[in-house]
Structures are given as structure tokens and as C-alpha cells.
T-cell receptor, first 115, second 111 residues
Framework: DTEVTQTPKHLVMGMTNKKSLKCEQH?????MYWYKQKAKKPPELMFV???????INESVPSRFSPECPNSSLLNLHLHALQPEDSALYLC??????????????FGPGTRLTVT | GNSVTQMEGPVTLSEEAFLTINCTYT??????LFWYVQYPGEGLQLLLK?????DKGSNKGFEATYRKETTSFHLEKGSVQVSDSAVYFC??????????FGQGTRLTINP
């Protein structure tokens, strides 16, 4: 099973709302990622968790708050977003560094619109 | 850090045509290389990979060979189908669990 699932598929939220994106994988991967993708652009890395610990934060604004409750789940908590945060948010997973191969497997994404 | 350059699109072909999408990389050392495909409204799917020089990755009729001497990883398919219409991303492993992506090439196949 090489599936990464994400919920919800679509999300519309106002700038004062709080919402969460969820990601799940059952491939035994110990690294999980959040990416942001704008239209016609490649994905941009936001966060990396390795063994449930945050290992990379690509200077993401604090209105995005990641959480990794266990090795299979990854959340992204959203608060006080701006319209320019509207994008496709992709979750991915892989084996951790040092274990090969560690290609990343992506979920289908959550299409977020901030109004 | 590493970087990846892809041929600019969009690319439009007729069904059964031969496809090449160029990808070159700059890197210290020999990174693993990947092609990902993104169909409309979906996430990225790993299409194929190569982890060392002269490796050939292949999947669904697509092929790419890791060429150390030309630092390239061009994607090819002998006969494209309408269902191959998508955006294709070349990517290189940058180490520290990071991928560096090319800008993407939008491919449209006409019947």
C-alpha cells in the first residue's frame, strides 16, 4: 500500500477561522512532510517531521502550526490565514534519512481557499 | 544546494507521438533523481526514479536514464496517449530529506 490520504479534499475558510488539515499513511514511513503548491508552480516545502519530531521548518509563518500525534498521522492547524495562503496543500511521507530508498509519496492534497 | 532545470512548456503532441521532456541538474555528488506526474486536480505521483549513474528508471512506458556525464535525466515515452496529459516534475534529492523540483512541464496530448 503506497497511499497517503488527506482530508478534507476542499476547504473554504474565512480569515478569522481556525481549521485543521489531516494526513495519514500506513506505509511505516517515519518522515512526513507538508508542502504548499500554488497554481502552475512546483511544491514548496513547509515542514518535515522525522520520528514524530519537527526537523525542518522552512520559515513558515506561525499562522501555520504542524502537529505529528503519532507515526501515521500529520496535522496542519490553520489560524488567521490570509487570502494569499490559498493553495493546494500536499502531505507526503518517506523513509527517514539514512534508509534508502527514500522517495516521497504524496497525498492528493487539500485545496484551500481563504476568503 | 542542488538545482533542477526542466524544459519549459507547455508541450502539445498528437497521440502516438514520441515524447522527450528534458531535465538537467546541478549537484555536488550524485543525488537520487525522480520524475513525478501530477494529473489535473490531484497530488504528485512518483513516476520513476534512479539512484545512481547509468540507472534507468521505467514505469508505464516512460523511461529516464541517469546520465552523469551530461548531468541529465530526460523523460521519454515512445507513444503517448491522451491519458498522459498532465504536469511532469523532475526532482533531485538534496539531502537532509529535501527534494528540489524543476518548474514543471505541462503536457497536452491531442487525439
Amino acid at each position: 500500500d503506497t497511499e497517503v490520504t488527506q482530508t478534507p479534499k476542499h476547504l473554504v475558510m474565512g480569515m478569522t477561522n481556525k481549521k485543521s488539515l489531516k494526513c495519514e499513511q500506513h506505509m511505516g514511513h517515519r518522515a512526513m512532510y507538508w508542502y504548499k503548491q500554488k497554481a502552475k508552480k512546483p511544491p514548496e516545502l513547509m515542514f518535515v517531521y522525522s520520528y514524530e519530531k519537527l526537523s525542518i521548518n522552512e520559515s513558515v509563518p506561525s499562522r501555520f502550526s504542524p502537529e505529528c500525534p503519532n507515526s501515521s498521522l500529520l496535522n496542519l492547524h490553520l489560524h488567521a490565514l490570509q487570502p494569499e495562503d490559498s493553495a493546494l496543500y500536499l502531505c507526503a511521507s518517506s523513509h527517514s534519512e539514512g534508509l534508502t530508498p527514500y522517495e516521497q509519496y504524496f497525498g492528493p492534497g487539500t485545496r484551500l481557499t481563504v476568503t | 544546494g542542488n538545482s533542477v532545470t526542466q524544459m519549459e512548456g507547455p508541450v502539445t503532441l498528437s497521440e502516438e507521438a514520441f515524447l522527450t521532456i528534458n531535465c538537467t541538474y546541478t549537484a555536488t555528488g550524485y543525488p537520487s533523481l525522480f520524475w513525478y506526474v501530477q494529473y489535473p486536480g490531484e497530488g504528485l505521483q512518483l513516476l520513476l526514479k534512479a539512484t545512481k549513474a547509468d540507472d534507468k528508471g521505467s514505469n508505464k512506458g516512460f523511461e529516464a536514464t541517469y546520465r552523469k556525464e551530461t548531468t541529465s535525466f530526460h523523460l521519454e515515452k515512445g507513444s503517448v496517449q491522451v491519458s498522459d496529459s498532465a504536469v511532469y516534475f523532475c526532482a533531485a534529492d538534496q539531502g537532509a530529506q529535501k527534494l528540489v523540483f524543476g518548474q514543471g512541464t505541462r503536457l497536452t496530448i491531442n487525439p
